[in-house]
Nanobody, 128 residues
Framework: QVQLVESGGGLVQAGGSLRLSCVVSGPTFSASTMGWFRQAPGKEREFVSSISWSGRSVYYVDSVKGRFTISRENAENTVYLQMNSLKPEDTAVYYC?????????????????????WGQGTQVTVSS
């Protein structure tokens, strides 16, 4: 049974930083692409970032490029999302996701259906 547990969310002022963590239990973490998605109230869940199993390939949605950094520590079964220069529009529930059994449909693994395992989410609120 694969479980993903996010932490690190909270309330921060615009321009501030947060670091999200996602600890994964399960034998396939080190071989899987991991991703972060977010869902704001009244909006659909959207891709934020992904990282390949080796960490050598990373992808970001345009709106967070230059501000967010994804990383992973396979020895600790953990993936991180460092979020700097936060904006009110970054307010959302952030979800960690693990690559599903059929792999990625895009080079960046940017589609929701690419993932088969999800965390419970962590709230990020950025005040103006």
């Amino acid at each position: 049974q694969v479980q993903l547990v996010e932490s690190g969310g909270g309330l921060v002022q615009a321009g501030g930083s947060l670091r999200l963590s996602c600890v994964v239990s399960g034998p396939t973490f080190s071989a899987s692409t991991m991703g972060w998605f977010r869902q704001a109230p009244g909006k659909e869940r959207e891709f934020v970032s992904s990282i390949s199993w080796s960490g050598r390939s990373v992808y970001y949605v345009d709106s967070v490029k230059g501000r967010f950094t994804i990383s992973r520590e396979n020895a600790e079964n953990t993936v991180y999302l460092q979020m700097n220069s936060l904006k009110p529009e970054d307010t959302a529930v952030y979800y960690c996701a693990g690559e599903g059994p059929f792999g990625c449909s895009t080079s960046g693994c940017t589609e929701i259906n690419d993932y088969g395992f999800w965390g419970q989410g962590t709230q990020v609120t950025v005040s103006s």
